[in-house]
């Protein structure tokens, strides 16, 4: 009873560093997202996959890279960590197709702070 | 570019008000418009509306969509303090795959 699993929960990072923010689904959906949220605003799209070895920027793709080896893992890589993406970050995963196949599972996000 | 607004941002309200949430969307490839719950972590989906003018509820909360004027509100009725929550809404480009968010409306409900 997984769902969207995201790792790690918390982080802190230095000027300059670079990491992965790791996300996992096992409802084997075929589309997975990337999303951003600062504080008192919506979400916004950072990347998102419609299939294995197939990806696409969003809105706000700068500063960072993705990639979709398998159907189930879709990693969000920050190269060179900036203040500006001090954010929480969520991972989604839907089907493609109509009606309630579209509705988006969200995993319990990342708090990422940049000092 | 596709869009999609909410009004208000925030709202204030006590146990037992009546709100409604108001959401407007310019999307390309238009499939349908989807409204969610973020409490304290992920976002937790509510409706998904695809047709004008059909009701959608759930309890104390409903939903409708105008395609002509492209919008929806979400109302709900006789607030509680569990309704205190991010409401997001957002509007599925189906040729894109991909749906865009609003900024949300921030509801806190007082006892």
């Known amino acids: 009873n997984a769902g969207v699993t995201q790792t790690p929960k918390f982080r802190i990072l230095k000027i300059g560093q670079s990491m992965t923010l790791q996300c996992a689904q096992d409802?084997?959906?075929?589309?997975m997202y990337w999303y951003r949220q600062d504080p008192g605003m919506g979400l916004k799209l950072i990347y998102y996959?419609?299939?294995?070895?197939?990806?696409d920027k969003g809105e706000v793709p700068n500063g960072y890279n993705v990639s979709r080896s398998t159907t189930e893992d879709f990693p969000l890589r920050l190269e060179l960590a900036a203040p500006s993406q001090t954010s929480v970050y969520f991972c989604?995963?839907?089907?493609?197709?109509?009606?309630?196949?579209?509705?988006?599972?969200f995993g319990d996000g990342t708090r990422l702070s940049i000092l | 570019e596709d869009k999609v607004v909410q009004s208000p941002l925030s709202l204030v309200v006590h146990e037992g008000d009546t709100v409604t949430l108001n959401c407007s969307y310019e999307?390309?490839?238009?499939?349908?418009l989807l409204w969610y719950k973020q409490e304290k972590k992920a976002p937790t989906f509510l409706f998904m509306l695809t047709s004008s003018g059909i009701e959608k509820k759930s309890g104390r909360l409903s939903s409708i969509l105008d395609k002509k004027e492209l919008f929806s509100i979400l109302n709900i009725t006789a607030t509680q303090t569990g309704d205190s929550a991010i409401y997001l809404c957002?509007?599925?480009?189906?040729?894109?795959?991909?749906?865009?968010f609003g900024d949300g409306t921030t509801l806190t409900v007082k006892p």
């Open positions: 999307v390309t490839n238009f499939r349908s």
């Open positions: 996959s419609v299939g294995a070895g197939i990806t």
């Open positions: 957002a509007a599925y480009n189906t040729n894109a795959g991909k749906s865009t």
């Open positions: 989604a995963s839907s089907y493609s197709g109509t009606g309630t196949l579209q509705v988006q599972h």
């Open positions: 409802m084997n959906h075929n589309y």
